[in-house]
């Protein structure tokens, strides 16, 4: 039945049924993730371990707190050039949207202005390359930094139509926890599933299909 629906709810669907599975785990992994925020230097990797957990449940291999710790402790180096683009290039980003958005709106920030709802959409593709770079990261951490940002920023722009779907529903998300209604520590962590759902989905020839490994001689690195 799910293969009928929409490549996106179906994704949103088995990410929902995959984090209620492993609620438990997401759970506690999502709050050591925003403890580990903290101090700064450890947010590359804990980011990294999140979403290694979120992409053990979408492969239904079984996940636990240990799991997320092994990850921490593994991605402590690798993921230090994807934490600084996500760091410098969301503050570039950012500043620059903000800085033209109010350039064009004559200083006034205008929530009927067809330039402020650009600008947060621009934001919203970066936020989604983001995802995915850190969803590929964790599924392929062979691919090496300069693969995992090519392979990101295809999905990014290829499959938009899904992306702006799964981005409302992510941004739903959000607004349930600060109402609250959805408990903040949970809501990153279904993020994370999302993506590894999503590559799943988008990319199986780039991370394997959901129920085996492509073996290594049919797997690629990057899409040309």
């Given at each position: 039945?799910?293969?009928?629906?929409?490549?996106?709810?179906?994704?949103?669907?088995?990410?929902?049924?995959?984090?209620?599975?492993?609620?438990?785990?997401?759970?506690?992994?999502?709050?050591?993730?925003?403890?580990?925020?903290?101090?700064?230097?450890?947010?590359?990797?804990?980011?990294?371990?999140?979403?290694?957990?979120?992409?053990?449940?979408?492969?239904?291999?079984?996940?636990?707190?240990?799991?997320?710790?092994?990850?921490?402790?593994?991605a402590l180096l690798?993921?230090?050039?994807?934490?600084?683009?996500?760091?410098?290039?969301?503050?570039?980003?950012?500043?620059?949207?903000?800085?033209?958005?109010?350039?064009?709106?004559g200083g006034v920030?205008?929530?009927?202005?067809?330039?402020?709802?650009?600008?947060?959409?621009?934001?919203?593709?970066?936020?989604?390359?983001?995802?995915?770079?850190?969803?590929?990261?964790?599924?392929?951490?062979?691919?090496?930094?300069?693969?995992?940002?090519?392979?990101?920023?295809?999905?990014?722009?290829?499959?938009?139509?899904?992306?702006?779907?799964?981005?409302?529903?992510?941004?739903?998300?959000?607004?349930?926890?600060?109402?609250?209604?959805?408990?903040?520590?949970?809501?990153?962590?279904?993020?994370?599933?999302?993506?590894?759902?999503?590559?799943?989905?988008?990319?199986?020839?780039?991370?394997?299909?959901?129920?085996?490994?492509?073996?290594?001689?049919?797997?690629?690195?990057?899409?040309?």
């Open positions: 039945m799910l293969e009928r629906l929409p490549t996106p709810i179906r994704t949103i669907t088995r990410t929902l049924a995959d984090w209620w599975s492993e609620v438990y785990v997401l759970s506690l992994a999502n709050f050591f993730w925003l403890l580990l925020l903290i101090p700064i230097v450890t947010a590359p990797a804990a980011t990294a371990a999140l979403f290694t957990v979120g992409w053990q449940t979408a492969r239904h291999e079984g996940s636990s707190v240990r799991e997320f710790f092994a990850a921490f402790r593994a690798p993921s230090i050039p994807l934490g600084l683009l996500a760091l410098l290039g969301t503050a570039f980003v950012g500043f620059d949207l903000y800085y033209y958005m109010m350039t064009l709106n920030l205008r929530l009927d202005s067809l330039v402020t709802w650009t600008a947060v959409y621009l934001f919203v593709i970066w936020l989604q390359c983001l995802g995915f770079c850190w969803a590929h990261f964790a599924a392929r951490p062979d691919v090496g930094f300069g693969g995992t940002l090519k392979n990101a920023a295809i999905l990014t722009f290829r499959y938009s139509g899904h992306n702006l779907i799964t981005s409302l529903f992510v941004l739903l998300l959000l607004g349930l926890s600060i109402v609250p209604i959805l408990p903040i520590f949970v809501t990153f962590a279904i993020s994370a599933v999302l993506m590894a759902e999503s590559l799943l989905e988008l990319a199986p020839e780039l991370v394997g299909h959901r129920a085996d490994w492509v073996t290594p001689e049919e797997r690629i690195d990057t899409w040309k």
